[in-house]
């Protein structure tokens, strides 16, 4: 986990001010106060910077610095410039194309905004080629498209793409546009939150932030990997003017396989809000209900009231919203953040998570079963501890449901789960902000006591050298693992999971073939799922020339996928490691001239795994056994060294070979 750091709140006279550093969390971004803008107009505007603005001129005869060879575009200067108090950043960027490659990077300005409640406006687009500046600001070829339609997460919201393609660009030019977006979501009352970024994955010659901060507000600052000094200075016009200003930033390599919680960009949070229970305020407003239930809804409701006990009252609303109500979001402005009303949802069929979470709590409530939406951040996860107060730190919604004394962690957006309640499952999530009234802190949430598991097994009957094999694998799913087994089988043809199979199978036994259909079994009861799987294997046997017995491989195929070794293993950064993760392995081989097999049992153990092999001999069958568990999901950079090697090690167990006469 990443130590914590304090916010800080400093005094410039009347005013508060803050350090910062920054990369942005979450889509939950907030730049200020909201503003009267024309929502309706998607067409960015043309007009100098704002008188607030103080530019950073390019000056084409200025020296550059030697660069490095490998780089296809350089970056001269990053500039942002913040006026809280008019919700408007200025964006100044100047950069170099180098290679072909960075020509087709660099002829290309892409820049995002909500025209429901934003501003777009370009003050200048140029290409300094020498000392000769040529304007490529032309209003006719700005392109406005609809960016907000990923059609994977069936999120739909308002935002557009401002696309320019610059004409005539030549390797070695020189990029300098800049930008200012007006306007935030009216949705947060003009609450801010921001970031300064220190650096980027690139080299950046200059990267500068200016902001502008009514001297009337408070604002807290938390630096992040950084001890980046700014300087503060106070204006005649009630603002305090604060300034961060870098140069010559070396550009930061992110290493591959980092945990899912780590942000390897130093940065600096900013924040108007001073505690949680601030933030927890704002979220009250937004998820509250303030017409009566529908009709329809009330009739629904009901019909629960009569279900036998307090659990099967849970466990009926919340299948019907994870399985009745699709996922799909409308997010236009506000009700990207606010969601909509339990009857419209209910009514309509479908929502995001704020949606379907606010819609099974006050279905609970109104059974008597006490139930609050909770706001959590599926990456940062148990680092969201580590921040300062922010609307802007999570990017989820799930339920916490508190029945005979026990919270679970309900998440209506998990479409497969099954199972009373002592079955369901949760991620880590860490902590979580639990939206109701009192709330002054974040929540921890308990690691969920429902664990993945999955056991594979193999049933061999071996035929003499020249004869056929047969093979059963048995696969059986719980916890979780059951979760995403079902959701596998609900969304694929059984012809294309029986294909997957036999091609997988293929990779370990060339000679297979399949001799019967799959039969998959789904006790939703007890959340396991079992999947059967029959094949005939030809030329198993195999023997080289100066070998005196034929022997075969079984790969402990499930172990084998778990324990992949890492990509770098000389790092700097932690290792993230899938966590929790529990897989067994389990083979019978029956061989028919006897198995020339001693017995074995070897461990190794690491603090971030565990693994077990148990070879025995009954009979004419020979049984393997193997066990891999994650212990963490991360593994200290010191530490990786020795954890490869025990990995390694492990593997070398991987595949293990029967020989017979």
């Not at 998607?42 to 390019?58: G, N, S």
């Not at 069929?349 to 606010?358: H, L, N, V």
Request: contains cysteine; negative net charge.
């Amino acid at each position: 986990m990443l130590l914590r750091n304090r916010a800080k709140e400093v005094r410039l006279g009347n005013a508060s001010h803050f350090q910062m550093t920054g990369i942005w969390l979450a889509a939950w971004v907030i730049l200020a106060a909201a503003v009267q803008c024309r929502a309706g107009e998607a067409r960015p505007d043309v007009a100098p910077p704002a008188k607030w603005v103080v530019p950073i001129p390019f000056d084409p005869r200025a020296k550059l610095e030697d660069v490095d060879p490998s780089l296809e575009t350089r970056w001269i200067l990053k500039d942002r410039q913040i006026n809280a108090q008019s919700n408007e950043s200025f964006n100044h960027e100047v950069r170099q194309v180098l290679t072909p490659a960075g020509v087709d990077f660099g002829s290309r300005i892409s820049i995002n905004y909500d025209p429901s409640y934003q501003l777009l406006t370009f003050h200048w687009v140029r290409i300094w080629r020498g000392t000769n500046s040529l304007n490529r600001l032309d209003p006719d070829k700005i392109q406005v498209n609809q960016r907000g339609q990923d059609t994977d997460t069936l999120l739909f919201n308002s935002e557009k793409t401002a696309l320019l393609l610059l004409e005539d660009v030549r390797v070695g030019d020189i990029i300098d546009y800049a930008y200012s977006v007006q306007g935030g979501n009216p949705v947060f009352a003009g609450s801010f939150s921001g970031r300064v970024e220190v650096q980027a994955r690139h080299p950046v010659a200059r990267f500068t932030t200016r902001l502008l901060w009514p001297a009337a507000r408070h604002l807290f600052v938390q630096d992040h990997g950084t001890d980046i000094k700014y300087t503060g200075v106070r204006k005649d016009n009630g603002l305090i003017e604060f300034a961060w200003s870098l140069a010559n930033v070396p550009g930061l390599r992110v290493e591959p396989s980092l945990p899912i919680w780590y942000q390897p960009m130093p940065w600096v949070q900013l924040s108007e809000f001073q505690k949680w229970s601030d933030v927890n305020q704002l979220a009250l407003g937004l998820f509250t209900n303030a017409t009566p239930l529908s009709p329809e809804l009330m009739r629904k409701i009901n019909e629960w009231k009569h279900l036998p006990d307090r659990e099967a009252q849970v466990l009926a609303p919340l299948r019907f919203v994870q399985d009745e109500i699709r996922y799909l979001g409308i997010e236009d402005g506000a009700s990207g953040y606010k969601p909509a009303s339990p009857s419209t949802v209910f009514a309509r069929r479908f929502g995001d998570c704020k949606d379907k979470s606010f819609l099974f709590a006050t279905i609970l409530r109104a059974l008597g079963i006490e139930a609050w939406p909770t706001f959590v951040n599926t990456k940062l996860r148990q680092t969201v501890f580590d921040l300062h107060p922010s609307a802007a730190v999570f990017d989820h919604v799930i339920t916490q449901v508190n029945l005979d004394g026990q919270s679970y962690w309900l998440d209506a957006t998990a479409n497969y789960q099954r199972g009373p309640l002592a079955v369901r499952s949760w991620p880590n999530y860490g902590y979580g902000l639990v939206v109701r009234p009192g709330t002054t802190a974040l929540t921890p949430i308990a690691p969920c006591p429902v664990l993945p598991r999955t056991t594979v097994s193999h049933y061999f009957r071996l035929g003499l050298v020249d004869q056929a094999s047969t093979l059963k694998v048995v696969t059986i799913a719980e916890g979780p693992d059951a979760d995403q087994l079902r959701a596998y089988y609900a969304t694929t043809t059984s012809n294309e999971i029986e294909r997957a199979n036999l091609n997988y199978q293929a990779k370990f036994y060339s000679d297979i073939a399949p001799t019967a259909p799959l039969i998959y079994t789904d006790n939703d009861q007890q959340n396991k799922i079992e999947v059967d799987e029959f094949y005939s294997l030809g030329k198993i046997w195999s023997r080289l020339p100066d070998e005196a017995f034929y022997h075969c491989r079984v790969f402990p195929e499930n172990i084998e996928t778990a324990m992949k070794p890492p990509l770098l293993s000389v790092r700097t950064m932690p290792l993230g490691v899938a966590y929790p993760e529990h897989q067994f392995f389990h083979a019978e081989a029956f061989v028919p001239n006897g198995a020339l097999v001693a017995p074995d049992d070897q461990t190794i153990e690491n603090p971030a795994f565990y693994f077990h092999r148990f070879v025995s001999v009954a009979g004419q069958t020979v049984i393997l056994d193997y066990e891999y568990r994650a212990l963490a999901d991360a593994v200290l950079p010191e530490a990786v060294p020795t954890y490869v090697q025990q990995l390694n090690a492990a593997s070398g167990l991987m595949g293990y070979t029967i020989p017979s006469e």
